[in-house]
């Protein structure tokens, strides 16, 4: 049987189901025992069923809803009333192996790995609240597979803070074949409450109120006279410190400001190349941390070669003292980020902050795409990589006067530092971002590169399967 026809079939008995009038004043149970809260020597009466079926026709990790309104619903929200006995029917869509939990209820289905093979979770809704039902198989949450469950009116939205995650396209124009120059550079250093993760929020440090700061791009020779201003709402003094910069502390010994200054240095660019820059007040790492960091390009003389996009993404980590995924607003651990314990790692800012459409690359097959790459840090290198593309060639280190690596899977980018990678697309689809420590994609370090464009079989061809999250 095919899963098509297995929804089918169980949409048609769900639906069949749904028109029995038993269904809302209880149905009595199959004699099965279900993996119920507590131990109950009577079969229960369900208030209300939904039925779940894994992956369905999809080819993701997910679950699909069967019948009634949820029906074809991808990880469909579920609701219930306060006191309301909730029966889950689990389905096996997929052939592999699934269950489905709601740890607030302590129930667990059985894991099941047989195509057609199902299993039932009952439990009395017992509190009002937002619940969330999840696969526990390691990974598949992570990958998609969880909904809500609403018992009562809907919880309040989770805190909402300011948008801090810069758009990777939004970076300067190539400086390209000019004369040395001097450029004006203004930053601010601003304190922000932004969107760390659905639902959560936490005090942002920043350069220009967005992570990672600006990309500044001049060239070799110029004279770059920093504008470097507290914003007079800070709680703490910050600085700045350009790695491109030749000079004690990078520029921060001219920099370090309380609030509502404004500090004036320059410095000259002595070496081509791509840079960090960061905030050097104490404690260092707490501002890198929270967000203050970015990087300068230094062009070489005549430029770089023109490519069809170009991309700015900087990578860091996040210490809470709350765990990961909490709701609300989280604080600092200034203990956790000595132990080198983040709860979150992210691109740009924020978990998750580069896959949604309007912040997501985008890009056309046969077009060349250039990433600026860094890494804030305070701690963590990353092992960067595009999950099907290789890069062509890779600037190791940042260094654009060396000649660049080539055909290279994954590259290493220390805290502090930079690399500039270009490559070639030739297969439309969706190419995921990822530091290859892939544990921390499960900490919100994943980011999407959206190709269009017409496919080539001749590179690539298969039939979609099931199941791998990419």
């Known amino acids: 049987m095919t899963r098509k026809t297995l929804l089918t079939l169980v949409t048609a008995l769900a639906l069949t189901a749904a028109t029995l009038p038993t269904l809302t004043t209880g149905l ?54 306060p006191g309301d006995v909730v029966k889950i029917t689990l389905i096996n869509g997929d052939g592999m192996l699934h269950d489905v939990a709601i740890d607030e209820f302590d129930v ?12 039932s979770i009952t439990f009395t809704a017992s509190q009002p609240g937002e619940y969330v039902y999840y696969c526990s198989v390691p990974g598949h949450r992570q990958a998609g597979m969880w909904g809500k469950l609403i018992v009562g009116a809907p919880a309040a939205a989770g805190a909402t803070g300011a948008d801090i995650v810069l758009n990777p396209s939004d970076l300067p124009a190539p400086v390209g074949d000019r004369d040395p120059q001097a450029v004006q550079v203004d930053l601010v250093a601003e304190e922000v409450v932004g969107q ?20 500044l791009r001049v060239r070799v020779g110029d004279t770059v006279e920093v ?3 507290n914003a007079t709402n800070s709680q703490f003094p910050h600085s700045i410190d350009f790695h491109a910069a030749t000079g004690p502390g990078g520029g921060a010994v001219y920099s370090n400001i309380n609030p509502g200054e404004t500090a004036v240095f320059s410095f000259k660019t002595l070496s081509p190349g791509l840079f960090v820059y960061h905030c050097a007040t104490p404690s260092v790492a707490h501002h890198i941390a929270s967000g203050m960091y970015g990087m300068i390009l230094v062009e070489p003389e005549g430029g770089l070669e023109p490519v069809d996009r170009e991309f700015y993404v900087m990578q860091g980590e996040i210490y809470t003292e709350e765990a990961y995924g909490t709701q609300g607003y989280v604080h600092f651990d200034h203990d956790k980020m000595l132990a080198e314990a983040p709860e979150y790692f992210v691109f740009n800012g924020a978990a998750a902050g580069l896959t949604a459409d309007d912040k997501a690359m985008h890009a056309n097959v046969g077009e060349t795409v250039r990433i600026f790459f860094g890494v804030g840090g305070p701690n963590f290198t990353s092992s960067f990589h595009v999950i099907g593309e290789i890069m ?42 990822v530091d290859h420590a892939l544990s921390r994609l499960e900490r919100g ?25 990419h």
Request: charged share 15%.
């Open 227 to 229: 504008h470097l201003s």
């Open 196 to 215: 760390l993760a659905d639902g959560t929020t936490m005090t942002y440090f920043t350069f220009n109120g967005q992570i990672p700061g600006p990309m």
């Open 392 to 433: 062509d060639r890779v600037y190791d280190q940042g260094s654009l006067t060396s000649a660049p690596l080539t055909n290279v899977q994954t590259t290493l980018v220390p805290p502090g530092g930079a690399t500039m990678v270009e490559f070639s697309l030739n297969v439309p689809g969706r190419y995921i971002m």
């Open 445 to 469: 370090l994943v980011a999407y590169l959206m190709v269009d464009g017409d496919p080539d079989p001749t590179i690539f061809d298969g039939e979609l399967t099931t199941g791998s999250g």
């Open 28 to 81: 009595t149970l199959a004699e099965t025992p279900d993996h119920t809260t507590g131990m109950q020597a009577e079969p229960v009466s369900a208030t209300v069923e939904y039925t779940l079926l894994t992956g369905g026709d999809t080819g993701q990790l997910v679950f699909v809803g069967v019948g009634g309104d949820i029906d074809g619903v991808v990880n469909p929200t579920l609701t219930a009333n």
């Open 108 to 119: 667990k289905t059985k894991q099941i790995a047989t195509m057609d093979e199902q299993d």
